[in-house]
């Protein structure tokens, strides 16, 4: 039948849920209520979700309680969660009632003393940022916890992490552009290359996601760029993806070095696995580098790849050390709270109706073994073996209690 142009096309709720995929499930929906607290941790300025993202869960039958002004620093307001759906309220222990607390910070010790026993709590974990007695609490408080940089999709990869990732990347090197032109900090050099003029070479320690990101943001702005990282198959993937010949090497030491004299700017984004990265570059290395050249330390979050690196904030972001502009501020992504809070609603709006769908959390872990390697406390036990061994702490294996929780 063709159309005649005038007819107008329907389609249910269900058709237009943006869902990564369709879980079977034997279990009934679950109705939702859904917790967004105003984050309270310094120079954090993001949040989980946006207007956009609460009008389809609430269409879908769910329930969410924003704070009063928890999107303020993010360009959001209260009138657009209003108008979403959502139920505005002016404390957080009116938040800390429902049943799913969304933040982006872990919760400060405040905080916790207001979670609840069978509660979930979505986070980021912040490794090394937390003490012994932080994971304790929580336990204590026999909850369900799930750090945003544990979730894994079906091919292994962290979903959150990738695209805060693709975030900092290309923000990192609007920083560096800010400082480097900057007589205080820099030495006044634009960030590119122009006709006649020596192009700025950039230096990125580590091939993944955020390399990926910086190097595309450099290379279109004129400059030269050289990537280093221990494993042949990420500067493959990473030239491959570039879509041009660029400059890669493994970490041999003198060439890096080489490299780090001569370079303007140098991205430290080694990301580790086991939470903690390596310090890749000692201070004896800095001391030799270009006076008024810029280290955008990505890695800071896991300890930084540089000797002389130490954590800044939004608030006073840099350090001159050894002639050498540092930036090591760890949330990075926060300082383009508007983006990056969409993109975190983009991941999370389809889990959560997922998660409904599915008839809760528990069936839902069940249901996903690569979202389930996001939990690290199920019902008040540890489940973390990265969490476990750094505090020794004990841990149990998720799997076996999943088999004896009915």
Do not use: W
């Amino acid at each position: 039948m063709e159309d005649s142009g005038n007819e107008m096309l329907h389609f249910s709720k269900e058709q237009l849920m943006p869902q990564e995929e369709v879980l079977e499930s034997t279990a009934p929906r679950k109705k939702l209520s859904i917790g967004i607290p105003m984050e309270r941790i310094k120079n954090e300025s993001r949040i989980p979700l946006t207007p956009e993202g609460i009008l389809l869960l609430t269409e879908n039958g769910h329930q969410v309680v924003v704070e009063n002004n928890a999107g303020m620093n993010a360009n959001f307001s209260n009138q657009e969660y209003a108008d979403s759906g959502a139920m505005i309220v002016d404390t957080p222990t009116e938040v800390y009632q429902s049943d799913i607390i969304l933040k982006i910070a872990p919760p400060t010790l405040e905080e916790t003393e207001l979670l609840t026993r069978n509660q979930t709590l979505f986070s980021s974990v912040n490794l090394l940022g937390q003490s012994k007695d932080f994971f304790e609490k929580l336990s204590q408080k026999r909850l369900l916890a799930i750090g945003y940089e544990y979730i894994q999709d079906k091919t292994g990869a962290l979903p959150v992490v990738k695209s805060m990732s693709e975030i900092v990347g290309t923000t990192s090197i609007v920083i560096a552009a800010e400082y480097l032109s900057n007589r205080l900090f820099g030495n006044g050099v634009i960030l590119g290359g122009f006709p006649g003029i020596k192009p700025t070479e950039i230096v990125i320690i580590g091939a993944g996601t955020v390399a990926e990101y910086a190097a595309k943001a450099a290379l279109g702005m004129g400059a030269t760029v050289k990537v280093f990282d221990n494993l042949i198959y990420k500067l493959r993937t990473l030239q491959k993806n570039l879509g041009v010949r660029i400059y890669t090497s493994v970490l041999q030491p003198v060439v890096l070095e080489e490299a780090l004299l001569n370079a303007d700017v140098v991205i430290a984004a080694k990301h580790s696995s086991r939470g903690i990265s390596d310090c890749l570059i000692s201070a004896d290395t800095v001391k030799k580098m270009k006076q008024g050249s810029v280290i955008v330390d990505v890695s800071i979050d896991q300890g930084g790849c540089f000797e002389t690196s130490r954590p800044t904030h939004h608030n006073d972001p840099v350090f001159i050390e050894h002639g050498i502009t540092h930036y090591c501020v760890p949330n990075i992504a926060s300082r383009v709270p508007h983006t990056a809070s969409v993109s975190l609603n983009n991941f999370l709006t389809p889990l959560l109706l997922n998660i409904g769908e599915a008839g809760g959390l528990t069936q839902y872990i069940k249901q996903d073994d690569a979202f389930s390697k996001g939990v690290y406390i199920f019902n008040g036990t540890l489940t973390s073996k990265q969490i476990g061994e750094h505090f020794d702490l004990r841990y149990r294996d998720l799997d076996l209690l999943l088999a004896a929780f009915r």
